[in-house]
């Protein structure tokens, strides 16, 4: 077994330098900076208490620095998967108890088994089931509705709800209970954000500041924002006026936690783990490839299914929540020049001391900067041009990113994202039960054949050839015997049916039982069935079966073999260019098998014309 395969921490710890240490240092205070009140705010967010999002922020960077292959993937709480988590728990404890944060344990533990063993098995490849329009609605869904989660914590009214309709319902009902110093508080927060994050940065360059002190002061705003209302909360006792703060936090190091083991609790959790999990892996995934394709480096889907997973186990068993790669982490860790997964560790210490000294500083941080903080950061995640986008260029995949988007924001998370799932892969079912076949023709002067409704091509008579554009399973095995009926049923002159499978992957068993329905209808209509361009693992599976042998045709090596073949007798030495290893026991005189008709005599034989056809 490799090793470095499965510690890729092996693979660059060895070669690290004193530049890379400085480097990473460096990417490690800005991402701590940005990360301190994005891990309280999303623990309030999962429903958690301020500290889980702390804790979830040490050990799982380090278990992840030490699995994971990307170099500058940073892991920790994030928006959308702390949104599962709370619905997940909803229904099971109440928010901010210990049964709650017991189960958030739980739901930590069984993500990280699930991930793990995806990744021990390369299972990476199931994340494909997502589609990227699916991701993208259910990310813009899921934003809405953590944005309108937020906005009662930002007014300072009490109104609760599981999805978007609920929410704003709720909201409305308490609209002349507005709290109005935690509005002003929220408000100017909100602001102050949205300020610096579009504004402060240029503002910044063009009075001449270098780039990098311009990115760590705009990152550093919402540090700012949290200092700045926690000493107003303080100094003017705002607390004892209403206006809800985070309250007093434990000091000290992630503390040593053992998940509970009902198994009714693990049956409960066990879908919502699985979504979170496949969620999760492919938010990360996506950010980790796509930064490390800026530096011409790799991730190891597979790997990165075990280095998340080992995170999620890491926050289980250090009083956590399930966590994940993040993108605005991420990007930020790239762009402060993080070179290696180290960064990561350092980050985690540096949460660590914060854990451990500023807890006492964070008792009057109000509720309301951390809802400011969470509604700017996820606001940014909203995409709704690529819905336009999406309709403009195939309304299949519409419908499955507007089914996941209505079904997320009027049912909740997980009603979402199976909505989109299962529509997809209905979509998909159905598409490639109907693959695209064309009926080709040679280009005049050419080797190559083209569709003969779009192009001048030519054709014969007595010959045709059909293209087959997918994949032949069970799903389009028989549409594929209609089509190849249809055809012959056009033509009613057509002696050789030629399949061209150079876009046919797999024949599994349903189609090979139409191949043979084929062979043998075609067979008692006396015409002969050859196939073209058959890749080597199919070859290699028809081999192992009688219908080479039964086939009444040949298979040949290229679909432009098989023309010259049939059309040029002359020229068809069959054992050269046909590749059936059954060849022999094939009928090898041609002239049994081209028809009779006038036209051009070559070797005693009769054979139509060539005629052209355009549009």
Not at 492 to 512: E, F, G, M, T, Y
């Amino acid at each position: 077994m490799n090793v470095k395969r499965y510690l890729p921490i092996l693979q660059w710890l060895p070669h690290y330098q004193r530049d890379t240490l400085t480097r990473d240092l460096l990417a490690a205070v800005i991402v701590t900076i940005m990360l301190i009140p994005q891990s309280l705010a999303y623990a309030m967010l999962a429903g958690l208490p301020a500290e889980v999002g702390l804790y979830a922020s040490v050990l799982p960077l380090v278990a992840y620095a030490i699995f994971g292959t990307s170099r500058t993937l940073a892991v920790g709480p994030v928006a959308v998967v702390s949104l599962m988590t709370a619905a997940a728990l909803g229904n099971i404890a109440t928010p901010g108890s210990a049964e709650y944060v017991g189960a958030a344990l739980v739901l930590a533990l069984l993500s990280g088994l699930i991930l793990t063993l995806m990744g021990l098995a390369r299972l990476g490849f199931l994340a494909n089931f997502l589609s990227h329009p699916v991701i993208s609605g259910f990310i813009t869904a899921s934003g809405l509705i953590i944005a309108a989660g937020q906005l009662r914590h930002l007014l300072g009214v009490e109104a609760s709800g599981h999805n978007l309709v609920e929410l704003l319902i709720g909201l409305g009902r308490e609209v002349g209970n507005i709290h109005l110093a935690t509005f002003l508080i929220g408000l100017g927060t909100l602001v102050f954000l949205y300020s610096t994050r579009r504004w402060l940065k240029g503002a910044l360059l063009n009075l001449g500041a270098p780039a990098m002190v311009a990115d760590l002061l705009t990152k550093a705003a919402p540090i700012v924002a949290v200092a700045v209302t926690t000493l107003v909360t303080w100094g003017f006792q705002l607390d004892q006026q209403g206006v809800a703060v985070v309250g007093s936090i434990p000091a000290g190091l992630p503390p040593i936690s053992l998940p509970g083991f009902e198994v009714g609790l693990w049956q409960e959790l066990l879908m919502a783990a699985l979504l979170i999990s496949i969620v999760g892996f492919v938010e990360s995934v996506s950010v980790g490839q796509t930064l490390a394709a800026k530096r011409r480096q790799r991730i190891d889907p597979n790997q990165e299914l075990i280095g998340l997973g080992s995170a999620n186990l890491a926050a289980a068993f250090s009083g956590g929540m399930p966590v994940t790669g993040g993108f605005s982490r991420s990007v930020v860790n790239f762009d402060a020049g993080a070179q290696t997964p180290a960064a990561g560790a350092f980050t985690a210490v540096g949460i660590g001391v914060a854990a451990l000294l500023l807890t006492p500083l964070i008792a009057y941080l109000p509720v309301a900067t951390l809802a400011a903080t969470i509604i700017i950061a996820v606001l940014s995640l909203v995409d709704l041009p690529i819905i336009v986008r999406t309709w403009r260029y195939s309304h299949s995949d519409f419908a499955a990113m507007f089914a996941t988007i209505a079904v997320t924001l009027g049912n909740g998370v997980e009603s979402g994202i199976l909505a989109g799932v299962g529509l997809s892969l209905a979509l998909h079912l159905y598409r490639t039960s109907r693959p695209h076949s064309a009926v080709i023709g040679r280009v005049p002067g050419s080797e190559h054949f083209r569709n003969v409704e779009r192009y001048s091509v030519e054709t014969v008579p007595f010959l045709c050839i059909l293209r087959v554009d997918e994949s032949l399973y069970f799903a389009n095995a028989r549409y594929l015997e209609d089509t190849v009926m249809e055809v012959v049923t056009r033509q009613p002159d057509v002696k050789h049916v030629v399949l061209a499978c150079q876009a046919v992957n797999v024949i599994d068993a349903s189609a090979l039982e139409s191949l043979e329905t084929i062979n043998h209808r075609l067979q008692d209509a006396g015409v002969t069935l050859h196939l073209a361009e058959v890749k080597g693992p199919v070859m290699d599976r028809l081999q192992t079966t009688a219908f080479c042998k039964e086939l009444t045709g040949f298979v040949f090596l290229s679909t432009y073999s098989a023309w010259v073949a049939l059309t040029q007798p002359s020229n068809a030495l069959y054992p050269e260019q046909a590749i059936c290893p059954q060849a022999t026991s094939l009928p090898l005189s041609f002239e049994s098998n081209v028809p009779n008709s006038p036209g051009l005599t070559v070797k005693g034989v009769t054979a139509e014309p060539v005629h052209t056809r355009s549009l």
